[in-house]
């Protein structure tokens, strides 16, 4: 009531508040050494696993015995790890060759170290304790010079620290601003970067929680409103080390289909076939790339999902089989909601099988969305994950190979924006709360999605766009951030919301072009496509009620800066797919901060408005309205910018000039850029890939992934795929290019791969292995 008022800040508002009591874990009572470390205390139950020699898991029940399996997030089960354990007095040790846990007796403490015994993550005069409540909490050591990352999606600066965040699965429409707290997804994991070294804090827990890292200077908290402490510690001690480690628990994207990378044009909603037919025209008369046409709610019947309008959408086959002639996809939308409708099928099955949400007393749940009154499938029970991924057949069976998963935080039309915390969910035979799982919703939604199409599309990648989910994630869906605004400060927060969403895991990740609220601009459009052409992923979407905001509708002049930017997306695909690879190896971001590739340069730690593709590529956009020129840090080594072959040394600020139609990108000499070129709408695949390497100083050496497939299929689980490990040895006006290793049998379209030389000293000719010109053959 009243909080958007001054009422919020009322001096009487809080004086019936009371001082939290939290009961500390105590001593140690006894213990039980196996496989599982245990601990009895006072007041509570710890359990200790290694999973790796870098990577432990710490539990603590304060009501039993910890429970260790149930777990959403985690995919992987605990390796056989040495532990040297021994017993020195008020201490126990436990070590292994990457960490070393250091546990007082008397109270209860643990503090992490790593193998050079540097300090982790630690406890001191307070540790694990819980509230008569049910809520469980863990005070953590904090030093001036911790820098925090991460939390999944969050609004405001990169660095974290002196914020507080809460985990709880939210839908925003309004306001989306820096306080924003709790928005569509909940990520309860991040990573501390402290004097150059880095190690991640992973907080399995789906009840609301928090994180406290600024009521103190001296230590930082996480809680969670019920449930365990249960909690991971990641030693890294790079950056990319942590993230390969988190996603090693959580899972790695699968690799995306190359259409899915492609430019995505929406809008709330095109809202029939013959504007959804001219949309798709304009694409291709005025050249400009569009691989997806997103159709949001007003396809249905009603918003009855796995419907379509027949008087808005006669014939939705027959569209969507000439848009995908014409190189388009089509997408729609999917949201949980089912509506109450006696003569609608879905909703028939839905209680005949009993799937939906109900309470303990046997009731179906019912909430308002779209449709009205609706039933929402209980996502928790593998038999309704089941059905629901085989309704999709009723999309993929026309054609469609991909689906848009909104509102399912769930999100509800009541005061609570979400279902009653009472619903009791089967969650897989072990019944628990809404309150408990609301967080794993749109996580589990996404997993029957996913797994639904996968097995229906004949071998073909689905593409899965969500807006809710938990940690894990990603490893069904690319992640948009929801209802944004057509502000400059919305696409000034865009940049480090998606970096820390790439360091908490997602990699396929970006924003709405353009905002989604508001009226638009030509000058905040144009620049936003700018970025956007290099987010991992590329939507313009825009909301009812507001301008359209297709790239030629503030006429030419825009139109054509705007196409030449999608355009370049096309041409950097090469890069960008290899990217996409090494994410779905590593779990490493496609789009990173600064920081990642340089931990130890203090300037990067809170650089909001510059990014990074890969580990060579920095791009400073403008991200403020008539501007023409913008102050651009660049890290340790020498920088090519991209347009005009200026070369820059770095670990310096420059003032650089950039016109509406200048985005400033600046490569590392001594790297390579993989590039292909654009054809076509209807033939988007290269028919020649350059590497362009910018020659750096003597004796610098460069290696990289180059990789390629189909871009469509599974088929490169099976071998079909190109992958080359490239050496690049610079010397002088010289260098050297080596393919290390060769694998994979996939024969792309083209032969060979041309190797230019950019960025040259003092105007001499550079030779490529002693020639001119290069190539490196592709077919044997």
């Known amino acids: 009531m009243l909080e958007d008022t001054s009422f919020a800040i009322h001096p009487g508002k809080d004086q019936a508040s009371k001082a939290v009591v939290y009961r500390d874990i105590g001593n140690l009572i006894a213990e039980d050494f196996s496989t599982i470390y245990k601990f009895t205390c006072e007041s509570g139950n710890v359990a200790i696993q290694f999973y790796t020699s870098s990577i432990v898991r710490i539990t603590m029940n304060p009501q039993t015995d910890p429970i260790l399996n149930q777990s959403k997030s985690i995919i992987v089960k605990p390796e056989t790890v040495k532990v040297e354990a021994s017993s020195k007095g008020e201490f126990i040790i436990l070590a292994t060759s990457q960490l070393q846990l250091k546990i007082r007796k008397a109270p209860f403490r643990v503090d992490i170290f790593d193998k050079l015994g540097k300090e982790l993550v630690s406890e001191t005069e307070r540790g694990m304790a ?111 080390s942590v993230l390969e480690q988190y996603t090693y628990l959580t899972g790695r994207i699968p690799l995306p289909s190359k259409w899915s990378l492609g430019y995505h044009q929406s809008r709330y909603s095109y809202e029939s076939e013959t504007e959804v037919r001219e949309l798709a025209q304009y694409f291709i008369d005025k050249d400009i790339p569009v691989d997806v046409i997103h159709l949001d709610i007003h396809y249905m019947n009603g918003y009855r999902v796995f419907t379509f309008d027949k008087e808005r959408f006669p014939n939705p ?158 490893r069904y869906a690319s992640v948009w951030t929801g209802d944004n605004r057509s502000f400059w400060e919305h696409l000034q927060m865009s940049l480090p919301m998606v970096m820390n969403l790439g360091l908490s895991g997602v990699a396929f990740t970006g924003p709405d072009v353009g905002g989604f609220a508001h009226d638009t601009n030509a000058e905040l459009l144009t620049r936003w496509t700018q970025v956007g052409a290099f987010t991992p992923f590329f939507r313009n979407h825009s909301a009812i009620g507001f301008r359209y905001q297709e790239p030629w509708q503030f006429g030419e002049k825009y139109e054509a800066i705007m196409k030449r930017y999608i355009q370049m997306r096309y041409e950097w695909m090469p890069q960008l ?135 469509e299929t599974f088929a490169h689980e099976e071998g079909n795929y190109l992958k080359l490990d490239i050496e690049v040895i610079s010397t002088n006006a010289k260098v050297e290019v080596n393919v290390v290793q060769k694998q994979g049998n996939f024969i792309p379209e083209y032969k060979e791969i041309t190797i230019n030389g950019i960025g040259l000293h003092d105007g001499q000719v550079l030779l490529i292995n002693g020639q001119q010109r290069n190539t490196i053959p592709v077919v044997n």
């Open 130 to 240: 819980y509230r008569e409540n049910g809520e469980v909490v863990a005070f953590k050591k904090m030093y001036d010079y911790d820098h925090f990352y991460g939390f999944g999606e969050k609004s405001g600066h990169l660095d974290k620290r002196d914020e507080k965040f809460e985990m709880w699965n939210s839908d925003v429409y309004a306001p989306h601003n820096p306080e924003t707290n709790a928005l569509y997804e909940s990520i309860p994991y991040f990573m501390t970067l402290r004097n150059g070294r880095a190690h991640g804090v992973f907080f399995d827990n789906t009840f609301r929680s928090k994180f406290d890292m600024a009521s103190s200077e001296e230590y930082y908290t996480f809680s969670a409103e019920g449930g365990q402490l249960d909690y991971y510690v990641m030693a890294g001690p790079e950056p990319k």
């Open 317 to 474: 086959e027959k569209l969507i089989s000439d848009l995908r002639e014409m190189g388009i996809r089509v997408v729609p939308i999917v949201d949980p909601g089912v509506k109450k409708d006696a003569e609608y099928a879905i909703y028939q099955e839905g209680v005949n099988e009993d799937l939906f949400c109900k309470y303990i007393e046997g009731e179906t749940y019912f909430g308002e969305v779209w449709p009205g009154v609706s039933a929402f499938p209980d996502f928790t029970e593998e038999k309704v994950r089941n059905w629901w991924g085989e309704k999709h057949a009723f999309y993929t069976n026309i054609g469609v190979e991909g689906i848009w998963n909104d509102m399912n935080e769930p999100a509800v039309f009541n005061e609570s924006k979400t279902m009653d915390l009472e619903v009791m969910h089967r969650n897989d035979g072990k019944p628990t709360t809404h309150r408990e799982l609301h967080n794993v919703y749109g996580l589990l939604m996404g997993k029957a999605t996913y797994e639904g199409m996968k097995q229906q599309l004949d071998g073909k990648r689905p593409f899965l766009l969500t807006r809710a989910g938990y940690a894990g994630v990603q």
């Open 577 to 711: 797919y290899s990217l996409f690879y090494e994410a779905s190896q590593k779990g490493l971001p496609v789009m990173r901060p600064l920081l990642m590739e340089y931990p130890q340069d203090e300037k990067t730690y809170n650089l909001n408005d510059q990014f990074m593709l890969g580990d060579n590529v920095i791009f400073a956009p403008i991200l403020q309205p008539a501007i023409t020129d913008r102050a651009v840090y660049l890290p340790k080594g020498n920088w090519v910018e991209f347009s005009t072959g200026e070369v820059f040394e770095g670990e310096k600020t420059y003032l650089i000039h950039a016109e509406l139609e200048d985005l400033p990108i600046f490569v590392k000499q001594g790297t390579a850029l993989m590039q292909g070129e654009w054809v076509s709408n209807t033939q988007k695949t290269p028919r020649n890939v350059n590497m362009n390497i910018y020659a750096g100083i003597a004796g610098e050496k460069y290696q990289f992934t180059y990789y390629d497939d189909d871009g």
